[in-house]
């Protein structure tokens, strides 16, 4: 199992040993000891599950009452998954970082408390499993646009599908206010 730092150094690829055989295979998708060796440790206590069609954009979503860190992972398709850095007063603060998750790459991204995190879909479904460091708080959840101008993410879908409220999230600098200090 390799953790890969990103060139934000507190997302964290993880690329696990993957057993294969003419019967399958096998991989270990988390074990806390080596999760923690490798720069994950922050215990986990909700794990999540989304299936989205082709061209679908979740995000960018951040929760700042109960911040979360997340570990996601693919189980079917591909997406492209985004982390931005909206800590305020981060040398990297509004950077962000992708990397393709697929079920066949078997990868994984650690995005940590203090990151904003989307993704949009590359194949015609995809299954998203993420693990998650605090419980889900809907009245604690902002959005920032996708679109951002000034996060400028280049997108692999053109036309994405969008939920309404993804649709209106308005843009890092004008929720910058309402984040707090991680």
């Known amino acids: 199992m390799r953790f890969i ?9 993880v690329e696990p040993d993957v057993h294969r055989d003419d019967r399958g295979f096998f991989v270990e998708t988390y074990q806390a000891e080596k999760y923690r060796a490798g ?13 989205s069609g082709a061209r679908t954009l ?34 990297t603060f509004g950077r962000w970082v992708s990397v393709r998750l697929s079920a066949e790459n078997f990868w ?4 940590p408390v203090g990151f904003a995190h989307g993704f949009c879909v590359l194949t015609a479904a995809a299954q998203v499993e993420y693990k998650c460091t605090d419980v889900y708080d809907p009245a604690g959840e902002i959005g920032i646009a996708w679109n ?6 280049p997108w692999p879908v053109a036309d994405p ?4 409220r993804d649709r209106r999230h308005p843009t890092l600098a004008e929720v910058a206010h309402r984040l707090p200090n991680y």
Do not use: M, W
């Not at 730092?5 to 690829?13: F, G, L, M, R, S």
């Not at 720069?39 to 299936?51: A, E, K, M, T």
């Not at 951002?148 to 993410?153: E, S």
């Open 58 to 91: 979740r995000g960018l979503h951040i929760q700042v009452r109960r911040p979360q860190a997340k570990l996601v992972r693919v189980v079917e398709g591909e997406i492209y998954d985004v982390a931005v850095d909206v800590r305020r007063g981060s040398p």
């Open 161 to 164: 599908v969008l939920s309404e």
């Open 5 to 13: 730092p990103t060139e934000i150094p507190d997302v964290i690829i």
């Open 108 to 111: 994984q991204c650690y995005v």
């Open 39 to 51: 720069g994950i440790s922050r215990p986990f206590v909700q794990d999540n599950h989304s299936r």
């Open 148 to 153: 951002d101008p000034a996060l400028a993410i």
